[in-house]
Nanobody
């Protein structure tokens, strides 16, 4: 069984910063990639940033470029999202996603964390 546990959300003023963390644990043979999605009320869940686990290549949504940085700690199976210059429109639930193989005999699958709320407001 795979678990993704997120932390680091909260209330921050516009222009402020937050750092989200997501630790993957349980039965993990290999990780392909991890990333962060956000979902505002009434809207679809959207990819914010993703990082390839082996090569470290990153992808950012246009709204995140220049403000957010995704990084990983391979030894801890943990991904981070440093969010700077936060705007009210960044307010959303942020969900960790991992594409991984639980064991050598299974294909890769996507797993989700429970989500952490980020609210940007004065």
């Amino acid at each position: 069984q795979v678990q993704l546990v997120e932390s680091g959300g909260g209330l921050v003023q516009p222009g402020g910063s937050l750092r989200l963390s997501c630790a993957a644990s349980g039965s993990i043979f290999s990780i392909n990639a991890m990333g962060w999605y956000h979902q505002a009320p009434g809207k679809e869940r959207e990819l914010v940033a993703r990082i390839d686990w082996n090569g470290g290549n990153t992808y950012y949504a246009d709204s995140a470029k220049g403000r957010f940085t995704i990084s990983r700690d391979n030894a801890k199976n943990t991904v981070y999202l440093q969010m700077n210059s936060l705007k009210p429109e960044d307010t959303a639930g942020y969900y960790c996603n991992a594409v991984l193989r639980p064991n050598y005999s299974t294909f890769s699958a996507a797993y989700w964390g429970q989500g952490t709320q980020v609210t940007v407001s004065s």
